[in-house]
């Protein structure tokens, strides 16, 4: 089956973000293909390439990162939620003269019409919030 | 896109107009499910039909008005919203002129209304 | 048929809700902060036991607050069971 994942929460706050990577990893193990992941509102923070957390805790981004680059798992932050964020990728951080782009390179940038799509285009769409 | 396998999606809104961000961001959702031309149903539950009061007069927080979106609904094919009837009656709203026409539901006809829906998405 | 994900405290209208439009068929996936409401003898696990819809919990959430062994209505799944499930249900609802 195909798969896309809508991840509404934060890596820094709540469960929906680690619940979302656990099952990610298991979709993939089981045999299925994700599409997309879609970051919105809180979730898009999950992009930052800037975000320190503690040392002693499990990393929050390289387990994504892996998904992208070993797995070719297609991560999008929705645009308008990350720029409010300070999510910004090189091309908007030039836009709008911000000084340094915030965006880890394995996540796109992009409009919900990507989450649109992946809806369309998956057999099942799975949503993690709070 | 591909029109081969349209999906019908129905978006469940929680919360209320100005304090959550995810307000503005499933507004936004359901307005581009409208653009793209999928079959999208909107359900306001709880504090989710504050967002469909009238007179918004947002301009005095500085933000956008989020009645005003959900108001241009109908210019997206999207003609009317569902609401559930206990948040209605739990807010005193229950003969309010929405920013959109509005179809109140009972608990068993949501239940139909979800199992309809291909994907369900809640913000 | 709808699995419903329930990542809230029994407290919440997130659960309130859930258990409201949960139906025969469908199942609840307890997770995150809704482990806690599973715990055998609360009145929130009778609440539960009552839903038509079946009831599950995901076992790390439940161990991670330290409750895994209070739970015994409802079985206790892994993240392979939680993906088994999505296969089988067309439709997921998060209540968060």
Same mark, same amino acid.
């Not at chain 1, 509404?8 to 656990?22: D, F, V």
């Not at chain 2, 109908?74 to 229950?94: C, F, K, M, T």
């Not at chain 3, 609440?47 to 206790?76: H, M, N, R, Y």
């Given at each position: ?46 992009? &930052? /390439? ?5 040392? *002693? =805790? ?9 998904? %992208?680059?070993? +797995? ?8 308008? &939620? /990350? ?5 910004? *990728? =090189? ?9 340094? %782009?915030?965006? +880890? ?26 | ?123 | ?96």
């Amino acid at each position: 089956m195909i798969y896309s994942l809508l991840v509404l929460s934060s890596p820094a706050s709540g469960h929906g973000a680690r619940t979302a990577q656990a099952f990610a990893r298991a979709v993939l193990q089981r045999g299925h293909s994700i599409h997309r992941v879609f970051f919105l509102d809180e979730g898009t923070s999950t992009g &930052s /390439a800037s975000a320190v957390f503690p040392q *002693d =805790e499990t990393d929050r981004l390289q387990p994504w990162v892996d998904l %992208a680059e070993n +797995h070719g798992v297609e991560l999008v932050l929705c645009i308008s &939620s /990350a720029l409010k964020r300070g999510m910004l *990728d =090189e091309a908007e951080a030039q836009r709008y003269e911000s000084p340094a %782009a915030t965006i +880890h390179p394995a996540f796109i940038v992009s409009g919900l019409g990507q989450m649109i799509d992946a809806s369309a285009n998956s057999d099942r769409l799975i949503t993690f919030g709070g | 896109m591909s029109n081969a396998d349209k999906k019908s999606m129905l978006v469940l809104i929680r919360r209320a107009p100005y304090s959550s961000s995810l307000a503005r961001a499933s507004v936004d959702l359901a307005l581009a499910a409208a653009a793209f031309e999928q079959q999208v149903d909107l359900l306001f539950q709880g504090d989710g039909v504050l967002q469909l009061l009238p007179n918004q007069q947002s301009e005095l927080l500085g933000l956008k008005s989020i009645g005003k979106v959900l108001g241009s609904l109908p210019l997206y094919g999207i003609e009317q919203v569902y609401v559930d009837a206990r948040s209605l009656s739990r807010y005193g709203l229950a003969g309010e002129n929405f920013v959109v026409p509005v179809i109140p539901l009972e608990d068993e006809a949501m239940s139909e209304l979800l199992a309809r829906s291909d994907h369900l998405v809640s913000c | 048929m709808v699995m419903h994900t329930l990542n809230a405290t029994a407290g919440s209208e997130a659960f309130e809700d859930c258990l409201r439009l949960a139906k025969a068929g469908d199942s609840i996936l307890l997770l995150g902060d809704g482990v806690y409401s599973a715990v055998a003898g609360g009145q929130s696990s009778v609440i539960l036991a009552a839903s038509p819809a079946d009831v599950l919990v995901l076992e790390d959430d439940a161990a991670a607050a330290g409750i895994q062994l209070k739970i015994s209505d409802f079985p206790l799944v892994d993240m392979d069971d939680f993906v088994s499930l999505s296969e089988r249900y067309p439709r997921q609802l998060a209540w968060y």
